[in-house]
Nanobody, 119 residues
Framework: VQLQASGGGLVQAGGSLRLSCKVR???????????AAWYRQAPGREREPVAL???????NYTDSVKGRFTISRDLARKTVNLQMNSLKPEDTAVYYC???????????WGRGTRVTVSS
């Protein structure tokens, strides 16, 4: 399994970005039944979870992004996406996708995509 994250960039505060995590090496039926998440790591800080989508489609968000970010799966494209709206400078970080096939104890990470929000 390999994860390829994309969609980061530079945006002004209040703007939007959509991150995408392509899941390679895993079939659609596995992707649909496996948890996935987006994490982020800001300069000088530890990596933290941002959004999680469970096997059954339930979602959870860290408090600071609730109401602004939405995590979803696109099974046709085999991607896990993070729609980020009303971005704030404090959202600036490298964002990483995370995926664990339901049949495995192994967790996979993408290489990260950088998001910079200017004030």
């Amino acid at each position: 399994v390999q994860l390829q994250a994309s969609g980061g960039g530079l945006v002004q505060a209040g703007g939007s970005l959509r991150l995408s995590c392509k899941v390679r090496g895993s079939i659609t039926s596995v992707i649909s039944g496996s948890p996935a998440a987006w994490y982020r790591q800001a300069p000088g800080r530890e990596r933290e979870p941002v959004a999680l989508i469970g096997a059954e489609g339930s979602t959870n968000y860290t408090d600071s992004v609730k109401g602004r970010f939405t995590i979803s799966r696109d099974l046709a494209r085999k991607t896990v996406n993070l729609q980020m709206n009303s971005l704030k400078p404090e959202d600036t970080a490298v964002y990483y996708c995370n995926y664990r096939p339901y049949y495995s104890t192994d967790t996979y990470w993408g290489r990260g995509t950088r998001v910079t929000v200017s004030s």
